[in-house]
């Protein structure tokens, strides 16, 4: 999804900086490496998040599909269809990406 930055290209420049260049430099080149690395966790972060947020209807689903089974004699009947339904919609979000992964699958396969 992003494009990480090449970290082993910023060690060699702080590596050379401390060997040959000055003060200037030496504080350059590292404060290059310490943000391309904050930026690669940034994206590494997203990444996670982005992923998350997919599979949070389905996640739903499956905390309502456990409080069905574990206090539905305590839930009203409101309660329970409000369950039922995020079940039915975490089901529906589940067999959407999984379909969705199989397609990808199989248009990486083809090329």
Do not use: H, W
Not at 28 to 49: M, R
Not at 55 to 68: C, F, H, I, M, Y
């Amino acid at each position: 999804m992003f494009s990480y930055f090449k970290l082993k290209e910023a060690v060699e420049d702080v590596k050379d900086s401390f060997s040959f260049g000055g003060g200037s430099e030496k504080l350059t080149s590292t404060a290059k490496l310490l943000g391309k690395t904050a930026a690669n966790i940034g994206f590494l972060a997203i990444e996670g998040g982005i992923e998350v947020i997919k599979r949070l209807p389905e996640v739903t689903g499956d905390v309502a599909r456990k409080n069905l089974e574990t206090s539905s004699n305590s839930l009203s009947e409101e309660k329970k269809e409000q369950m039922r339904d995020l079940v039915r919609k975490g089901d529906d979000a589940r067999v959407q990406r999984i379909a969705r992964e199989e397609a990808q699958r199989e248009k990486e396969k083809s090329k």
